[in-house]
């Protein structure tokens, strides 16, 4: 196969995920017309994240995760899981440059997943690496759009929702921010990655950390009041000194 026969079957395959994921969309829209397009797009993400992320850790084998899985030759199943999500992450990056209800962060996101992809696609040994790049980056995923379902159908005061933030905050912060960090320090001072490897892992980890830091915010203006009655207690027992 030739280098023009090889990737016109590349862009067929980024093609027809692209149409996979923009049908889906379509289909969403019109089994439920009452819902809003964000509606539908979270409903995509939900399907997206949970595969991507299940998918991920099973090929990543995170329980057996040695030198030699991450320097194996890609496989057709490594593959398939890049074009997977490279057709999702064209999808939702075209669906808010339409309805323009996301940052310029989430932006940033998709375009930087989306030249990830087509690099590792480049590669013949990143597979492993990849599909332990996107259960990173999308375990929470799932949580993040059960919490914007229940909120959009109006049970956010309940204690089922408050739950639910909690361990999403709790897990983005631990995998992304702690795990992430480690991941990229190993990542920076092994062997097994070449620069652009590097290069892509540590602009997502920026990335990452600006998510954290918006996150944080959230926190502090959302359970503020909450945490005041805790800062009260922890200075009335010493443990937190009065400034």
Known sequence: MGFG??????????????????????????????????????????LHGSVASIVGLIQCGVLNLTPYRLTMKIRPWHYA????????????????????TEGALMLCHHTTA?????????????????????ALLEITNPLLQTRWFIRNAGFDKTMVFLIIEL???????????????????????????????????????LVSLAFIYEMLGYVLHRYRTRLE???TYLEETGVVLND
């Not at 692209?18 to 089994?31: I, N």
């Not at 899981?81 to 323009?100: E, Q, T």
């Not at 597979?127 to 332990?132: D, H, I, L, N, S």
């Not at 990229?184 to 980890?205: C, G, Q, T």
Request: hydrophobic residues 50%; charged residues 10%; proline residues 2%.
């Open 81 to 100: 899981l890049m074009v997977w999500s490279w057709g999702y992450f064209a999808f939702d990056l075209l669906w808010c440059l339409v309805y323009w």
């Open 229 to 231: 009655p805790l800062k």
């Open 114 to 134: 989306l030249l990830a992809i087509n690099i590792y696609m480049q590669k013949s040994h990143t597979g492993c690496t990849f599909a332990c790049t996107m």
């Open 167 to 205: 361990i999403y905050l709790a897990t983005f912060i631990s995998f992304r921010g702690i795990i992430g960090s480690y991941v990229m320090y190993k990542i920076v001072n092994s062997d097994l990655f070449d620069v652009e490897e590097k290069i892509i892992s540590f602009v997502f980890y």
């Open 5 to 46: 026969q090889e990737l016109s079957a590349v862009s067929l395959l980024k093609l027809l995920s692209f149409l996979f994921w923009s049908c889906l969309y379509l289909w969403y829209s019109a089994q439920s017309p009452k819902q809003s397009p964000e509606w539908c797009s979270r409903a995509v993400t939900l």
